[in-house]
């Protein structure tokens, strides 16, 4: 996947829909239009489409030119948006006017703020009027997902449902946050319709209407499979036990992390009833770890460490498997194994650095650099494009490209104050740096206010010549415009992970 500029002037606008906000995608450039090819379309892109436009929320990406076919060029394919995109102009695709479709596969967008929102488009979760609630479980907050429409009432099917599908759920009714995905009609069968199937909330929706879905009322499930939802705002706080899958534990229990150097780094300690327990580092990462360090109050996730790093701790394994969205204010919010169910030794501990721990050093697995280290975009235009260079301790080195990908770019344009990634450059675009390279692998999430607090491989630890030296791009790079035309025609060479 290429990150090619897009020639300075072209704009966007959505037609043939019943309103500005929906419509087939059109581009205008150079008095010519066009259009965008289907091909990796998804509700991502589309909600890039409706912030640019003023339009709201993305409701519905649609596909096979629903909105009829235009004419003209084809100026972008495969189109892939991260989500926090101000412009679908800043999101990766195959390279201007370079495509392999036709106008039956124009893309098309619905955004929330369309005057006319029906079910004849792909994707729209309802026509206007239908509501969600929670029945069967102790409160308004916890229970089968039921939807009410047109007088009748029907279920969702638990296919891919997951904690993000709930989150949004507990959202719409002012629930408060997930506590657990549930499924298998784990609070009882409903009856009637099943209206929506293969549900995938990206998390940012307000309503579950806004969700992708299978169509309405198409399915491949019977009521066995009803999905349901427990959210933190439920009334009856001692109704929530492990009885619900992923309930992560009952009313009363505390984290902690244990032999660091300060309360923000350790091991992750779980108290309950008096006991003591760890928690297994399977599938432990960085995610996980914020949402420690933020329950705990200690800033930022610098690193999520593992093999028992911080020693080995006794008695019980409370958690294995956490699997943390990153949204998430506590830990046992998060969907795990089971309260106590695992296939871990102490060994396998795990472990929390965060920013606000006294004593950040390189000794421990992923922690980016010793404070003092700084970072900067050098042998581009301006201070916002460049190489990326790491200052420390007098010396001055790069990061190698492997891994290195728009997420990245995101975290180093945001520490530097310069906008947003426009691209991550590859293949020492900005010319070979010298002296060390101080990092490999950088995988940062996309929320880190500083590459120093994203994984990589270690300090130093490399296997990359200077060849492979890593650049940027930002949107606050002074002159993006004619002045960037012409250089990033040549920004074929950039390769995206």
């Known amino acids: 996947m290429f990150m090619p500029s897009i020639p300075s002037g072209a704009t966007i606008s959505l037609v043939n829909g019943g309103s500005r906000c929906e419509g087939r995608v059109e581009i205008s450039h150079s008095g010519g239009r066009g259009t965008v090819c289907d091909d990796g379309w998804d509700l991502s892109d589309a909600q890039v489409v409706c912030r640019q436009l003023g339009c709201g929320d993305a409701v519905s990406a649609t596909s096979g030119a629903s909105f009829g076919q235009g004419s003209g060029s084809i100026y972008l394919d495969d189109v892939n948006c991260a989500g926090w995109e101000s412009s679908i102009f800043q999101c990766s695709h195959r390279g201007w006017g370079v495509h392999n479709c036709g106008h039956s596969e124009d893309a098309g967008v619905v955004c929330s703020d369309a005057a006319s929102i029906t079910t004849g488009y792909p994707f729209i979760s309802t026509t206007t009027g239908a509501t969600i609630s929670l029945v069967n479980g102790g409160s308004r907050c916890e229970g089968r997902v039921e939807i009410s429409h047109s007088g009748g009432r029907g279920t969702v099917c638990d296919d891919d449902w997951d904690l993000s599908d709930a ?239 728009l997420s990245d770019a995101q975290v180093v344009c945001r520490q530097l104050g310069c906008g947003d990634a426009v691209s991550a450059t590859s293949g020492a675009y900005f010319g070979q740096g010298n002296g060390s390279i101080y990092l490999d692998d950088v995988n940062c999430a996309g929320w880190e206010s500083s590459i120093f607090q994203c994984r990589h491989n270690g300090w130093g630890n490399h296997n990359c010549g200077h060849n492979e030296d890593a650049g940027v791009v930002c949107s606050g790079t002074t002159g993006l415009t004619d002045c960037m035309l012409g250089h990033f025609q040549r920004v074929v060479l950039v390769t995206w992970s």
């Open 167 to 405: 989150q949004v759920v507990c959202r719409q009714l002012g629930c408060g946050d997930a506590v657990s995905a549930t499924s298998g009609a784990s609070f009882g069968q409903g009856s009637g319709s099943i209206y929506l199937d293969d549900v995938n909330c990206a998390g940012w929706e307000s309503s579950i209407f806004q969700c992708s879905h299978r169509g309405w009322g198409v399915h491949n499930c019977g009521h066995s499979e009803d999905a349901g939802v427990v959210c933190s705002g439920t009334t009856d706080a001692a109704s929530i036990t492990t009885g619900y899958p992923f309930i992560s534990t009952t009313t009363g229990a505390t984290i902690s992390l244990v032999n660091g150097g300060s309360r923000c780094e350790g091991r992750v300690e779980i108290s309950h009833s008096g006991g003591r327990g760890t928690v297994c580092d399977d599938g432990w990462d960085l995610s996980d770890a914020q949402v420690v360090c933020r329950q705990l109050g200690c800033g930022d996730a610098v690193s999520a460490t593992s093999g028992a790093s911080f020693g080995q701790g006794s008695g019980s394994i409370y958690l294995d498997d956490v699997n943390c969205a990153g949204w998430e204010s506590s830990i046992f919010q998060c969907s795990h194994r089971g309260w106590g169910i695992h296939n871990c030794g102490h060994s396998e501990d795990a472990g929390v650095v965060c920013s606000d721990a006294t004593s950040i050093t390189t000794g421990y697995p992923f922690i980016s650099t010793t404070t003092g280290a700084t970072i900067s975009l050098v042998n581009g235009g301006s201070r916002c494009e460049g190489r990326v260079e790491i200052s420390h301790s007098g010396g001055r080195g790069t990061v190698c490209d492997d891994g290195w990908d």
